[in-house]
């Protein structure tokens, strides 16, 4: 169900993570997350679940802090083609990390679906729903990142909202939309947020990178076309050229 409360999802423990010469130690992500909490953050997603032993050693010393105000979240992707959500190991990762909420991505974009998947658009929205339903059975609050939604969008925009129906089928929260690559204009974040917004009742949410210097731009605009939930990291440090600055 929609809000008017504009959410704030800090990713800097994860998708910050992945900048150029940024390495968080375990003891350092604690102390990064206990200060996003006393400053009022909402959602934290502390590191991509099954991915190296470090996110899992994050996950398991989290919990022996008492947060006043943040939760932690837990990010990996959709289970893999031909296979079973039961038997994934990154989906089973998201559950070891007892975190309550969890956010998967998907892919938006027909041409990853075909070109980088190699599967057919039918088993990516499969993918999508198994994965999000599992999860909503295990009591755990899904978030859905659409990945490379805007150039989805621009590409086969009845594919890039299918995805996001797939989601919203199986229970999503939020769906979450991506401009994985950076590139997209301010005009074309409106547009495509305002259409997801008008179709949709689940809240709405905006993932940008920086590679056109437009995320903090881009990100307003989405608010601005009824995006109430924000993705970014503390001084916009992020892959590439960055995320948008939750600072600005």
Request: proline residues 1%; glycine residues 8%; hydrophobic residues 40%.
């Amino acid at each position: 169900m929609k809000t008017n409360k504009v959410i704030v999802y800090d990713t800097t423990l994860r998708d910050g993570a992945q900048a150029e010469g940024v390495s968080f130690t375990v003891a350092g992500k604690i102390k990064m997350a206990l200060r996003l909490d006393a400053f009022g953050v909402d959602y934290i997603e502390g590191g991509y679940a099954g991915s190296n032993q470090k996110d899992m050693d994050f996950f398991r010393a989290i919990r022996r802090h008492a947060l006043k105000h943040s939760r932690i979240v837990s990010f990996a992707s959709t289970r893999r083609a031909r296979q079973k959500v039961q038997s994934d190991p990154f989906v089973q990762s998201l559950l070891k990390t007892e975190t309550e909420t969890v956010t998967i991505f998907g892919k938006a974009w027909i041409l990853h679906v075909k070109d980088v998947l190699r599967v057919t658009p039918r088993e990516n929205l499969a993918m999508i729903s198994d994965t999000v339903a599992y999860l909503k059975e295990r009591g755990r609050e899904v978030f859905f990142d659409a990945e490379h939604f805007f150039d989805g969008y621009k590409d086969d925009a009845s594919y890039a909202m299918a995805a996001i129906e797939a989601a919203v089928r199986a229970g999503a929260d939020a769906i979450v939309l991506c401009d994985t690559n950076g590139g997209a204009l301010p005009s074309e974040i409106y547009e495509a947020t305002r259409a997801v917004v008008r179709t949709f009742r689940t809240s709405v949410g905006i993932h940008v990178h920086n590679d056109g210097g437009m995320a903090v731009a881009n990100t307003v605009e989405a608010v601005r076309a009824g995006a109430v939930h924000v993705q970014g990291t503390i001084n916009g440090v992020g892959e590439r050229c960055g995320n948008a600055d939750l600072c600005s």
